[in-house]
């Protein structure tokens, strides 16, 4: 069974600090996606970034970037010369392919709730 | 864009009630999903459909039901609410693995 592991539940850093949000995965298939969701105080899910099991390249996104590491079974998020604005609650999930294509839903870690003081 | 729109932002019933949730989406996903949302616990699946009429279970499917009468919508019920089923439900759907999108959410409040 699939499992995702943050093992950070909060995070407190000053503003413009650079902060790294750590997600460990468990999954037996060879094909799975891997997310980063950011959920603000108003609630809705932000979806962040995909990645499949076949692409290990890190990703760049301006101040956000994500380091994918199969061999420690890692999917770690970077935020840069953090902003107050970037407090929020991160979410890792993972989703793995059926037999069919198909879906089966997400399995999140529990979140990791940043707090970026001014 | 694909919009996945869900009846009510926010919700309170009483013990006993029966509770609908509902779950609309555009984009002629073939894969839907309810989800709660707890403190501490992330999110946690509670059923999904992958076509009209046809339901899986998820990880938490006591105390609820699910309908897919039409492919664009897909029903939580809870048959008789309980104070502890009081959490944010959360509705997403899919064309394939991976390509998951969420709508925003329902706070739902047992009294």
């Known amino acids: 069974a699939q499992k995702v592991t943050q093992a950070q539940t909060e995070i407190s850093v000053v503003e413009k600090e650079d902060v790294t949000l750590d997600c460990v995965y468990e999954?037996?298939?060879?094909?799975?996606?891997l997310f980063w969701y950011k959920q603000p105080p108003s609630g809705e899910l932000v979806f962040l970034i995909r990645r499949n099991s076949f692409d290990e390249q890190n990703e760049i996104s301006g101040r956000y970037s994500w380091n994918f590491q199969k061999s420690t079974s890692s999917f770690n998020f970077t935020i840069t010369a953090s902003q107050v604005v970037d407090s929020a609650v991160y979410f890792c999930a993972l989703s793995e392919r059926t037999s069919g294509g198909g879906a089966d839903g997400l399995t999140f870690g529990k979140g990791t709730h940043l707090i970026i003081q001014p | 864009d694909v919009k996945v729109t869900q009846s009510s932002r926010y919700l309170v019933k009483r013990t006993g009630e029966k509770v609908f949730l509902e779950c609309v989406q555009d984009?002629?996903?073939?894969?839907m999903f309810w989800y709660r949302q707890d403190p501490g616990l992330g999110l946690r699946l509670i059923y999904f459909s992958y076509d009209v009429k046809m339901k899986e279970k998820g990880d938490i499917p006591e105390g609820y039901s699910v309908s897919r009468e039409k492919k664009e919508r897909f029903s939580l019920i809870l048959e008789s609410a309980s104070t502890n089923q009081t959490s944010m439900y959360l509705c997403a759907s899919s064309l394939w693995a991976g390509d998951e999108f969420f709508g925003p959410g329902t706070r739902l409040t047992v009294l």
């Open positions: 999954t037996r298939d060879t094909t799975y996606y």
């Open positions: 984009m002629d996903h073939e894969n």
